[in-house]
């Protein structure tokens, strides 16, 4: 597997574009990907228990007809708790971007992304659609789904399946509400495999619980957000068929895919100075090990600890406590980077300026060793600054 | 019952005392409530699975023996997740202070707060108990266990049971790392009231659900928090039994004042400018409307748009819709004090400058009505400031 700098469109037969549509000030807004034929497809959605029309759409046309062709995105306007002139409008837009391309509107998923209880200004979404093309600039698609982001969330790899050389291709846009149970922010994966959307769907599902749902930026959990992979086999490639050698090949890719974006989610979280990861080892069982890093990742504690680049193990212990998970917590071994701060459970003097060159870097490695078992988990996440506070104080004014 | 401007000491045969020690640079930091007899005694501790020396030597004090005769108390050191030094360092605080006051170990209980990982400073310690007096000052005790509080919490109320009058006040301190579950901070209640530990058990622990468990500032549970009530019957009344009027009358009682220390605590959470209040009104059950309350008290992003003024329901909703309760979503009334702005699920109009005057006042008050039962619940905790990174970022240096 190897790793490029690719784009959204460049697995065999996808296509991106994005522009300015005025649901923001200035920025690029509204964009879509097109794939020129109909792709497998798969997706994973929030658990919130509000969803937001595009979400429920999207959802109801993946899972009665299982393809998909198109996506069109808006920031800007999330037409979440809009009531029913919100599905209207959601049920327009999937309808109009399917006549533009001449398209089934059952093929056409639609996300949107921003302010919560505003209604989606459909004039400006009719005039944008006019103008987006197909074979447009994917880096502009990158940019045009972004909210708080600071930076465009991108990643390409490639692979050979046999003789057949195989693309598969993500973005994603995060920054606030990203945490747990998936489907917290907006993610994009296209493919040129020849796979089923069941087979798809089995990838997804088995590597979401390890890379999207391990990150966590503010513990909130949005009402619109959802991960679509589409696959349309153009690399004319063998089928992808489950319990294979190449299924498993497929999922590592997926998974690779998936972990970089999370990570570039993480990294860009609000106000973000550093990227956390957090490795629990030697836990009785994975979800275990993946609920306690993610109990320390998201501890509002270590997170304005790490932003003030403060080695304060303490409160990474107390974030494993109370994570209410069922492990032994008296024999925990903490290291910051390379240098071990708690041992069995008991502090360890460590170098002060050795400590200072690894808090002040801008990604910080946590392992908590449990010594209880044999199983591992990752979480990722970013620290708490003054940045956070401003940015979601300041958010609708 | 009447509340009135008293302290810890006001209960008749309580006293209390506290000065600087030393284990922090300048402020109080040590001090003790002491009863002229041995009192009846319940209490609540903390959930994290990390638990201090200081709440274990209590804890199990109280458990054997079921009485206490005094609570002394450090700030600035925690005494947490120093192995079996601070152990031996815990029994010492609780053996020390006994031999000054003359009594068993037994009736002594510690609580420290602080900085975990620190060892206790013992020979401060010993001055500090050299210091401490019987019928010292009661308001400097209060002073004493606080660490980045701003202001003291106490409270005081009496009532009378047939001719008895029955005194009963609180103090606590609370600031960071307050959040679910109980006993994440410290509260000592003390009362005059004759009652046995069991009944005095009985009460505090079907109090607890609707008060302490209900504040959160940060998500974050300590290893140290725990709340004690000492009743010592220096009153003279009559004994309270379970099942009877006098028993709803004293948890009355010691409802308000749990009631009154858990939203002074919320209200002084660390950086916070706003106590928020949120009533879930009209809910399944009262566990579920109670769960609903807290998940949006304790949202990161309701925290930044209340520190912001901004009357953002779309989070609260949020908030609502990700708590994982069993409870419908789609008739939501959510009003900010007064002005309803959602109203059965749908956005509400609403005057600009009305919004803004409640906004930007000291305490605000969010209602939701789920319209899907008739139970209610209440949950108190703080907006997320920029002093709250401040305090947290730079609490060791």
């Known amino acids: 597997m190897e790793f490029f700098q690719g784009n959204i469109a460049s697995p065999l037969g996808f296509s991106a574009d994005g522009l300015h549509a005025g649901f923001k000030k200035r920025k690029m807004d509204f964009g879509w990907v097109v794939s020129e034929v109909p792709a497998s497809v798969a997706g994973v959605y929030t658990t919130n228990k509000v969803v937001a029309p595009p979400l429920i759409v999207t959802r109801s046309a993946i899972e ?13 306007v999330a037409n979440s708790c809009t009531g029913s002139q919100g599905m209207a409008d959601a049920y327009r837009m999937q ?6 391309l001449k398209i089934a509107p059952h093929l056409v998923g639609i996300a949107s992304t921003g302010v919560i209880g505003d209604l989606l200004p459909m004039d400006k979404l009719e005039k944008g659609l006019e103008k987006l093309v197909v074979n447009g600039n994917a880096d502009d698609f990158a940019k045009a789904i972004l909210t708080t982001d600071t930076v465009t969330k991108t990643v390409a790899v490639k692979d050979m399946f046999g003789s057949d050389e195989v693309t598969m291709a993500g973005v994603a846009k995060g920054s606030g509400m990203i945490h747990p149970n998936m489907a917290t922010m907006l993610a994009f994966i296209t493919c040129d495999a020849n796979i089923s959307s069941q087979t798809l769907q089995l990838a997804l599902s088995q590597n979401v619980e390890t890379t999207f749902n391990q990150i966590t930026i503010d513990g909130d959990t949005s009402t619109n957000d959802m991960v679509l992979v589409l696959a349309n086999g153009c690399s004319g490639s063998q089928e992808i068929l ?5 299924f498993d090949q497929f999922s590592d890719m997926l998974s690779a895919v998936m972990t970089d974006l999370a990570k570039k989610i993480a990294k860009d979280g609000e106000g973000a100075t550093k990227l956390i990861e ?24 270590v997170k304005t600890a790490v932003f003030g680049e403060d080695p304060n193990w ?9 994570a209410g998970a069922d492990a032994a917590v008296d024999k925990v071994t903490i290291s910051l980077g390379h240098i071990p701060v708690l041992v069995d459970s008991n502090p360890a003097a460590f170098d002060d300026e050795e400590m200072q060159d690894i808090m002040q870097e801008d990604e910080l490695n946590i392992t908590v060793d449990l010594h209880d078992g044999s199983s591992h988990g990752t ?7 003054y940045d956070y506070v401003k940015i979601n104080a300041l958010y609708r004014t």
């Open 379 to 385: 979480a990722w996440g970013c620290d708490l600054s």
């Open 242 to 246: 489950p319990g294979t050698t190449a």
């Open 314 to 322: 303490g409160r990474i212990l107390a974030a494993v406590g109370y």
């Open 64 to 76: 009665t007809h299982r393809e998909m062709q198109a996506v069109v995105v808006n920031s800007g």
């Open 278 to 301: 957090v490795q629990v080892r030697n836990a009785p069982d994975s979800q275990t090990a993946r609920m306690l890093a993610k109990s320390v990742v998201g501890s509002s504690l």
């Open 95 to 100: 309808k109009q971007t399917a006549e533009k």
